[in-house]
């Protein structure tokens, strides 16, 4: 695949009309090489994935779990606090 990202001339120095997009491109085609940073990124997908899984399965009923956070979720939207006992009414 061929992009148009423009390249360091010899002194190093890139065109200053890049765009944001370009530039975008640029870094990352840069980083995207760069082995270490991909092992970097790897292991932390993976520390984050094992986190999450070890999150879900404390919860035996995800569904469940779901639904009492929109719940919850829905009843602070109607003006009542995190800590509110309940009730449907604001107050």
């Known amino acids: 695949m061929s992009t148009n990202i423009p ?5 190093g120095e890139t ?3 890049l765009t944001a ?3 975008f491109l640029r870094d990352a085609a840069t980083k995207s090489a760069d ?3 991909r092992e970097i990124i790897r292991k ?11 999150g879900r ?8 779990a779901r639904r009492k ?4 979720e829905a009843h602070r939207g109607r003006g009542c606090h995190t800590g509110c006992p309940g009730g449907a009414e604001p107050h």
């Open 69 to 72: 956070c929109q719940e919850a």
């Open 21 to 23: 997009a370009q530039k």
């Open 15 to 17: 065109p200053s009309a």
């Open 57 to 64: 399965a404390r919860i035996k009923d995800w569904e469940a």
């Open 35 to 37: 082995l270490v940073h």
């Open 7 to 11: 390249t360091p001339t010899a002194a």
């Open 44 to 54: 932390n997908m993976d520390s984050y994935d094992a986190a999450h899984n070890r």
